[in-house]
């Protein structure tokens, strides 16, 4: 999984969890954004060229949770989920 990090560090943290097959081409919008936030985007396994498989949403949620360990972030504002985003997302709610 690669991540997209819109980083403006200090403002809220927001988690954009995509449909499937969306384009990295998308992220010129969000950049307009990232003066009020600070916002993470995830490309799933198996949607980039040379990444590993996806193999369910759980894995996907498991290695968005690490990641933001990593990253030492405790505390999200908000998490937005488009169709398979919003399953991803639920995984990390539970």
């Not at 969890?17 to 990232?34: A, H, K, N, V």
């Not at 060229?49 to 949770?65: G, L, P, V």
Request: aromatic share 14%; charged share 25%; hydrophobic share 30%.
């Amino acid at each position: 999984m690669k991540f997209n990090r819109l980083a403006n560090e200090g403002n809220p943290i927001v988690v954009m969890l995509t449909g499937s097959f969306w384009p990295e081409e998308c992220l010129d919008y969000i950049y307009s954004r990232t003066k009020d936030y600070y916002i993470i985007v995830p490309t799933y396994n198996g949607h980039y060229k040379d990444s590993k498989d996806f193999t369910t949403r759980q894995n996907e949620a498991s290695e968005i949770k690490k990641y933001l360990q990593q990253l030492g972030i405790e505390r999200i504002h908000m998490i937005y989920g488009q169709s398979m985003g919003t399953e991803i997302g639920m995984e990390l709610y539970r």
